[in-house]
């Protein structure tokens, strides 16, 4: 079946550093994409979305990219901090038909001070 | 104000068991759901809830169901619960279908 995965397991970071969290998807009639970060014994936390029509979206020290050719999304984090140390899911959604949001796997960010 | 909050946060419980999980937002989304997250962090989604329409994810065992009183309101039902369905159970809500959801903090559940 089709599936959101992600690249890495973990990643590991110093703090003010650039992150970059990856996500590959596989259904192409997806089109709209959902960054969420989880905190150790929390839910998860919204953090950015992105429409197909888009190819880029920035919030505060975060961007998300949407490469549609190769159905690849990434999250950008700049100077990140300790406080950004969690782990990070992709969704897909088709925003039409049945409406049944895919998870990637998930990366853990560690952020070293 | 907690916008998602689901209790119990903690329950444990032997197998076989009938145990409910109950599930509120004060937001005023139209749009409730029950994630199931595994020991890997494996996020799934079991059911979506939008104005009394109901759509299952088909590999949801029917032992599970979801109850749901008022738009602001919804429970999870699972009845002969089984050693598999140890795992956190999320509750979220989002303005519309499709939308970001907001989570509720989680409901861990240890079968044994």
């Known amino acids: 079946g089709e599936s959101v995965g992600l690249h890495l397991p973990t990643l590991s970071v110093q703090e003010g550093d650039n992150s970059i969290i990856n996500c590959a998807y596989s259904n192409s009639a997806s089109d709209y994409f959902i960054w969420y970060k989880q905190e150790s014994g929390k839910g998860p936390q919204f953090i950015i979305d992105?429409?197909?029509?888009?190819d880029k979206r920035q919030g505060q020290r975060v961007t998300v990219l949407l490469n549609k050719t190769v159905k690849h999304l990434s999250l950008q984090i700049a100077a990140t901090q300790p406080g950004d140390s969690a782990v990070y899911f992709c969704?897909?959604?088709?925003?039409?038909?049945?409406?049944?949001?895919?998870f990637g796997r998930g990366t853990s960010l560690i952020v070293h001070p | 104000d907690t916008a998602v909050s689901q209790t119990p946060k903690y329950l444990v419980t032997q197998m076989g068991n009938d145990k409910s999980i109950k599930c509120e937002q004060n937001l005023g989304h139209d749009t409730m759901y029950w994630y199931k997250q595994d020991s890997k962090k494996f996020l799934k989604i079991m059911f979506s809830?939008?104005?009394?329409?109901?759509?299952i994810n088909e590999t949801v065992p029917n032992r599970f169901s979801p109850k749901s009183p008022d738009k602001a309101h919804l429970n999870l039902h699972i009845n002969s619960l089984e050693l598999g369905d140890s795992a956190v159970y999320f509750c979220?809500?989002?303005?519309?279908?499709?939308?970001?959801?907001?989570f509720g903090q989680g409901t861990r559940l240890t079968v044994v």
């Open positions: 979220a809500s989002s303005l519309r279908l499709g939308e970001g959801a907001f």
């Open positions: 992105i429409r197909s029509n888009m």
């Open positions: 969704a897909e959604n088709m925003e039409r038909g049945s409406y049944i949001p895919t």
């Open positions: 809830y939008n104005n009394k329409e109901l759509i």
